[in-house]
T-cell receptor, first 108, second 113 residues
Framework: KNEVEQSPQNLTAQEGEFITINCSYS?????LHWLQQHPGGGIVSLFMLSSGKKKHGRLIATINIQEKHSSLHITASHPRDSAVYIC??????????FGEGTQLTVNP | EAGVAQSPRYKIIEKRQSVAFWCNPI?????LYWYQQILGQGPKLLIQ????????DSQLPKDRFSAERLKGVDSTLKIQPAKLEDSAVYLCASSYPNTGELFFGEGSRLTVL
């Protein structure tokens, strides 16, 4: 079993839909990162969480430390949100373990 | 603020040849990571530096991969000799220690024929 599990692996939505991507982990962490990767490889950091909830524009990230679970929500999805979303957990010594990613496709 | 710079962006070599990738992190970022990302998978850590010291290289195939970060600034990752299974994108990232936000370079895409 991987230390970081994401679901779903693939997600297709219509423009405007509310999207949720989930991340579960099995180790104690100091922080959790949500990252966005567009075709061509560039990765952008969206959020870093250690507790609670953060919001940036149409993106919301939540984390439940007791349940070892985090969610990334996208409100009013748009085709430009199409990308791979990656969850990564940070453990002692700033060591990062990545999930396999969720491929999101938003159709117009 | 300049981002993380990587070169080359693309490299095609034959198996058993050698290749080197270069990374210049954001100024002041003490932590530098090299990741290998095979198509369809999440990034896998190869090596993590704190300044010019190695924090974690447990997943670096040391028989063929080497990395250094002289003077605690830029870094090089070398593969010698390359195998077909080394075809991947090699990502460099940097961050301030213990403050979190990660900054990634565009990656170096290696194809081994």
């Amino acid at each position: 079993k991987n230390e970081v599990e994401q679901s779903p692996q693939n997600l297709t939505a219509q423009e405007g839909e509310f999207i949720t991507i989930n991340c579960s982990y099995s180790v104690g962490i100091s922080a959790l990162h949500w990252l966005q990767q567009h075709p061509g490889g560039g990765i952008v950091s969206l959020f870093m969480l250690s507790s609670g909830k953060k919001k940036h524009g149409r993106l919301i990230a939540t984390i439940n430390i007791q349940e070892k679970h985090s969610s990334l929500h996208i409100t009013a999805s748009h085709p430009r949100d199409s990308a791979v979303y990656i969850c990564a957990v940070e453990t002692s010594g700033s060591r990062l373990t990545f999930g396999e990613g969720t491929q999101l496709t938003v159709n117009p | 603020e300049a981002g993380v710079a990587q070169s080359p962006r693309y490299k095609i070599i034959e198996k058993r040849q050698s290749v080197a990738f270069w990374c210049n992190p954001i100024s002041g970022h003490a932590t530098l990571y090299w990741y290998q990302q095979i198509l369809g998978q999440g990034p896998k850590l190869l090596i993590q530096f704190q300044n010019n010291g190695v924090v974690d290289d447990s997943q670096l195939p040391k028989d063929r991969f080497s990395a250094e970060r002289l003077k605690g600034v830029d870094s090089t990752l070398k593969i010698q000799p390359a195998k077909l299974e080394d075809s991947a994108v090699y990502l460099c990232a940097s961050s301030y220690p213990n403050t979190g936000e990660l900054f990634f370079g565009e990656g170096s895409r290696l194809t081994v024929l």
